[in-house]
């Protein structure tokens, strides 16, 4: 059993061995030598056994840590996998003139990583061309307002021209 590896099934046999030894009717071992033996080869037994038990724990140690590094290089991949689609996401908005909806996508890049420069550049750049349309539409409006109160002020301009009637010559 011990070069099979099974030292809790050989050291229950020579435990076995021992009490056969002790409780036999009849002197079988008169100077003690397969009662030494015996102890010898349970305490072998236990050393491999040991041994084993560490050689185990240590195996799985490795395993538990090379699957706590394997997650962590997923995750990672997982985190930059995303960070990747948020910022195409980010670019897409502000190509299709959507500032706000970019701005959101960049905070969300810059809050899981604070220190991303093309994220904080396309936000600073988001943020100008919003406040740059807005103050176009603004601009705009005030014209397009001008406009029409320069058409009310020639509605209700009376035509001197209807009022007075010229003779003929």
């Avoid at 810059?110 to 904080?120: E, H, I, M, Q, T």
């Amino acid at each position: 059993l011990v070069e099979k590896q099974r030292y809790d099934d050989a050291v229950q046999r020579f435990e076995r061995v021992l009490e056969s030894l002790r409780w036999f009717p009849y002197e079988i071992d008169p100077g003690q030598a397969y009662k030494k033996k015996t102890e010898d080869a349970i305490q072998k037994a236990k050393v491999l056994q040991g041994a084993q038990e560490q050689r185990r724990r240590e195996a799985l140690h490795d395993a538990a840590k090379a699957d706590a590094d394997f997650r962590k290089v997923e995750q990672i991949k997982y985190v930059e996998s995303t960070l990747k689609s948020l910022m195409k996401d980010a670019r897409e908005a502000f190509e299709n003139k959507r500032y706000e909806k970019c701005e959101k996508l960049c905070d969300q890049i810059l809050a899981k990583r604070p220190g991303d420069v093309p994220a904080k550049k396309l936000k600073e750049q988001s943020e100008y061309a919003a406040r740059r349309e807005f103050e176009i539409k603004i601009y705009r409006d005030k014209l397009e307002h001008y406009k029409r109160q320069l058409e009310w002020i020639e509605e209700d301009t009376v035509p001197y021209q209807e009022i007075f009637k010229f003779p003929d010559a």
